[in-house]
């Protein structure tokens, strides 16, 4: 039995005997045709194309490449010259811009948005900066009192004098301290106040007891850092008191004035020739000093004294009668440019008492005079910005009502504001800040060498705060620097010999 295998095409009647059968074979592509014997075939499995394929792939990684476009800002992808595209780029926070050249405004620019409290372009959380999510890390002012960095923070109540400072530092607390030991001052050393100059800087003038000691002057930055020292050893008596004329110091010493210049090199003026400050040399300001001689006589001296041969701008006798002897402790700047004086007038008859004050106009002439029978003499002297005094009036032990001595504010017509006793003071000083609050530094009269720093209330002279002074000493002295805080000089001897102790006290 025989079977026949048919293929599967199409007749060519035209076809001659004996050729092959043309067949179609579909998916090889249109109107192409394969002559084969006949067989059987399977689909093809190549696709068509749909355009110019710009496909291509890189030479060294074999990742697909796009050659020949251009990009789009608002796709999502950053290419050519973009800078930022999110695909939005609405110019919104943390976004891009409309034309994708630059980033919107993000935690990090250095620039404080709506939508941030704090940027300072670092943002790494430390004390006084910004947090990485651009808010404000631990900061004076807060309300939160942060170990290592403040000693109090009251928020917006801080305020210099009150008890927490705007620095947050608490009222009273020695902020910086220098000490010296070793100098070699005849039986130790004392200080004059510190005086400032216009750049804020602190002079301090150190010296002994002895005749031949040399003056140490020294220049500290408001840290404490010794910016200049020089060692001036004066002819005479060392020097007691010390003020700042010009950019030179000015140092009053028994009959003799020396202005002593930015090199160390000074200029002695001495004799009874000129009002010499034998008592006392006072600055007044700007307007120069006033010299004060243990006998009636004072003089002004303009801010360019003390020079060879120069003169007082004016002399003044006391004012009248004439039966009292007067002497002067001390001498501040007064009302518009007037110098006040404060000492004490005693009756040649009777020996009788009176604590004075009396204020020149700047032409030297009397404009007030207030005496004060209730107590015997004023011996410290202080005034505000605006000119009024507060004063500090010693009595002997024991006297009726004020066992030692009394502290009294007066007005701007040198009535009394306020008065205070002191029980048993030893050593007092006064200062007055920018805010016409008093400074009160005062030793304890008992004699363990206690000292106490305190700031009081203007108008009543109630105790705002009140610190001890562990370190103060021999002849300590205070005064008040341009930004209120409170610098403290002390001589002492220690050890090794004579010391030096400068602080500066928080207001």
């Given at each position: ?99 994708c050249?630059?980033f ?14 704090c ?12 947090t990485d ?40 607390t020695?902020v ?29 003038a ?8 040399s ?50 090199t ?23 000093y ?64 009176e ?19 209730a ?9 505000g ?33 306020w ?35 305190r ?53």
């Amino acid at each position: 039995m025989s079977s026949l295998l048919l293929s599967v095409g199409c007749f060519n009647p035209e076809a001659p005997v004996g050729e092959a059968l043309e067949t179609e074979t579909e998916g090889v592509g249109t109107g192409s045709t394969s002559s084969t014997n006949p067989t059987t075939q399977g689909p093809s499995t190549s696709s068509p194309t749909t355009g110019v394929d710009t496909t291509d792939t890189d030479e060294e990684t074999g990742d697909p490449t796009t050659e020949g476009s251009d990009p789009i800002c608002g796709d999502g992808m950053v290419e050519g010259d973009e800078v930022c595209d999110d695909g939005v780029n609405d110019g919104g926070y943390g976004g891009c811009s409309d034309d994708c050249s630059e980033f919107g405004p993000s935690c990090g620019d250095s620039e404080v948005t709506d939508e941030e409290t704090c940027d300072d372009g670092v943002n790494d959380g430390s004390y006084g900066g910004c947090t990485d999510e651009c808010a404000f890390a631990a900061f004076c002012g807060d309300g939160v009192v942060d170990d290592g960095d403040e000693l109090c923070d009251e928020g917006d109540e801080n305020e210099n004098g009150l008890g927490c400072n705007v620095d947050c530092t608490t009222s009273g607390t020695v902020v910086e301290e220098s000490t010296q030991t070793g100098l070699t001052f005849c039986d130790g050393a004392f200080a004059t106040p510190a005086q400032f100059t216009p750049a804020g800087n602190a002079l301090v003038a150190a010296t002994g007891y002895c005749g031949g000691d040399s003056q140490l002057l020294q220049e500290f930055s408001p840290s404490l850092e010794i910016l200049q020292t020089f060692d001036v050893l004066l002819p005479d008596t060392p020097a007691r008191n010390a003020t700042i004329v010009g950019d030179r110091w000015v140092l009053s010493a028994s009959n003799c004035n020396y202005a002593v210049e930015s090199d160390g090199t000074f200029t002695e003026a001495c004799g009874d020739q000129r009002i010499t400050g034998q008592a006392s040399l006072e600055s007044v300001g700007k307007l120069g000093y006033v010299g004060l001689d243990y006998g009636n006589l004072l003089g002004f001296f303009g801010p360019g004294s003390p020079a060879d041969d120069d003169a007082p701008v004016w002399t003044a006798e006391p004012p009248a009668p004439a039966f009292y002897v007067y002497t002067w402790y001390g001498v501040a700047a007064g009302p518009n440019d007037s110098v006040l004086v404060a000492g004490r007038r005693e009756r040649e008859d009777n020996g009788d008492l009176e604590a004075l004050m009396v204020q020149y106009t700047a032409a030297g002439n009397v404009a007030d005079t207030n005496t004060f029978g209730a107590v015997s003499q004023f011996t410290e002297i202080a005034t505000g910005p605006d000119g009024t005094p507060l004063v500090y009036s010693f009595l002997n032990f024991g006297e009726p009502g004020y066992p030692g001595g009394v502290l009294t504010q007066f007005n701007a017509a040198l009535g009394v504001s306020w008065s205070q006793p002191l029980t048993n003071p030893g050593q007092v000083q006064l200062a007055v800040d920018s805010t016409g609050a008093p400074i009160v530094l005062l030793e304890d009269g008992n004699g363990n060498g206690a000292y106490e720093l305190r700031k009081l209330d203007r108008t009543d002279g109630s105790t705002v705060w009140s610190v001890g002074l562990p370190n103060a000493d021999n002849d300590t002295q205070i005064a008040v620097g341009p930004d209120d805080y409170i610098w403290v000089t002390a001589g002492g001897y220690g050890p090794m010999g004579g010391q030096l102790w400068v602080g500066r006290v928080s207001p």
